[in-house]
């Protein structure tokens, strides 16, 4: 089977001919989940689609674009949103990441926290997050450096040159 036995089994369907296809895969899954753990539990959910490459874009894109006004690399400013805007999500959202979060990196210091959300250690935050949480993390990473005086490109224009910008309300 080839199935680790801590793994959930999960299928994905946007459409009732994706469900049905799912669905005709069911028999073989639960036979092997019963086999695996003898108790099972089947739910059906909604599904949190994970963050957009358009959104690692951009975020990148403007973290450039901070490195070329600011006095910091983009990793330095990479490093600065993930601690200030990604954690306080995760943490309000996620309870297993709180916890862990809590008893592992808090207790840091400052210092030590910016350069854990850095390369080479890169602190697991925004691949955590849904396309809704990654959009509010954007949101953030945007009013912050806007409001420093900084001009980045606007979301809605997905990367038209920084002199043709249309200034957002």
């Not at 994905?12 to 469900?19: I, V």
């Not at 943490?91 to 926290?113: G, Q």
Request: charged fraction near 30%.
């Amino acid at each position: 089977m080839g199935k680790p036995a801590n793994k959930p089994f999960v299928s994905r369907a946007a459409s009732l001919q994706e469900a049905m296809a799912a669905i005709s895969k069911l028999p073989r899954v639960l036979t092997d989940a019963i086999q695996l753990w003898g108790d099972v539990e089947i739910i059906v959910q909604k599904r949190q689609v994970k963050r957009s490459v358009d959104q690692n874009k951009l975020q990148r894109k403007w973290l450039l674009e901070a490195e070329a006004q600011g006095d910091q690399t983009a990793e330095e400013y990479r490093g600065f949103c993930k601690l200030h805007f990604a954690v306080p999500i995760l943490r309000w959202e996620l309870p297993e990441f709180k916890e862990k979060y809590d008893r592992i990196v808090r207790p840091l210091p400052y210092e030590a926290k910016l350069e854990l959300m850095q390369e080479p250690l890169d602190f697991p935050c925004t691949r955590l997050m849904t396309k809704e949480q990654k959009s509010r993390y954007l949101d953030a990473i945007y009013q912050h450096f806007t409001g420093l005086g900084m001009r980045l490109t606007d979301p809605g224009l997905k990367g038209i040159n920084p002199h043709d910008y249309r200034e957002v309300a």
